[in-house]
């Protein structure tokens, strides 16, 4: 019997790349919180996270003007738009108050994330040595 | 690693808060210069914030903020007739700067806040990251 480790770690890989990649969406948006015609965005981490486990190897992107091919984008698809609850005179979609409990929320997930993948290491180290 | 670019991200808003303060300390230091002709007035300073868009970000829009410049305020001043003042010219009047220190103390409380935003959303990242690197300990 072989330990596969797709199998061992699960979806937790593929989480933690999206917790990190909304992390910097976030952080974007309370970065221009202040900035006139910002619009928030976020991603929709339920399609994002199927379309992570689909995807297929990423092209090798070596200068800053190769494109990315569409099979080597970052995980979760593109960025929407968030919906302003209370729209700004100039243009601005940030709510800092909403980005900022996101964010935490996101950190945290993350640290779960961390958590479980940690787990699977330690359980497979423990199986190597036969202990 | 994206957390990595959560810093860079953090940084620029931090700066450019930081400019934000110090146009609005700029400004609350001269609200009372008065002086004598429309042209040496000091006229109020506002920065203006826009965003870095890395288009080449991996399909990932994401930005820091960057300041385009520092404008002055097209405010009018204040005309006021004081012709026992040092400063007043020959028809007895003298200028006020066009701050408006209520303004500029809600600039400042505004900007405060969000470098503090700022600065915990960096240490957050920075939390998360060595979070990581101790993963499988």
């Known amino acids: 019997m072989s330990i596969s480790f797709d199998s061992a770690l699960g979806i937790h890989p593929y989480a933690l790349s999206l917790w990190s990649r909304r992390a910097e969406l976030l952080a974007a948006n309370l970065a221009n919180a202040d900035t006139p015609d910002y619009k928030a965005r976020d991603i929709d981490f339920k399609t994002a996270l199927q379309q992570a486990q689909g995807t297929a190897l990423p092209l090798q992107v070596t200068h800053a003007k190769h494109l990315p091919s569409a099979a080597g984008q970052l995980p979760g698809g593109e960025a929407l738009y968030r919906v302003p609850l209370q729209a700004?005179?100039?243009?601005?979609?940030?709510d800092s108050q909403v980005e900022h409990g996101k964010f935490m929320q996101n950190a945290l997930q993350y640290q779960a994330s961390l958590h479980f993948l940690s787990g699977s290491f330690k359980g497979l180290r423990s199986a190597l040595k036969g202990e | 690693m994206s957390l990595?670019?959560?810093?860079d991200i953090s940084g620029t808003a931090m700066s450019a808060q930081t400019l934000r303060l110090n146009t609005t300390a700029s400004n609350l230091a001269n609200a009372d210069s008065v002086s004598s002709s429309v042209n040496q007035t000091y006229r109020a300073r506002h920065p203006v914030f826009a965003t870095v868009l890395n288009e080449f970000n991996q399909g990932a829009a994401t930005g820091g903020v960057q300041v385009l410049g520092v404008v002055e305020s097209k405010?009018?001043?204040?005309?006021?007739?004081?012709?026992?003042?040092?400063?007043?010219?020959?028809?007895?009047?003298?200028?006020?700067?066009?701050?408006?220190?209520?303004?500029?103390m809600a600039n400042m409380i505004s900007a405060s806040r969000s470098y503090q935003n700022s600065v915990e959303v960096a240490n957050t990242s920075k939390q998360l990251l060595l979070r990581t690197l101790q993963l499988g300990e």
Request: net charge negative; aromatic share 10%.
């Open chain 1, 88 to 94: 700004s005179i100039d243009g601005n979609t940030v």
């Open chain 2, 4 to 7: 990595f670019k959560i810093i």
């Open chain 2, 75 to 104: 405010a009018p001043l204040r005309q006021e007739y004081a012709p026992d003042h040092p400063m007043a010219n020959e028809a007895g009047y003298i200028f006020h700067p066009n701050v408006n220190p209520i303004e500029e």
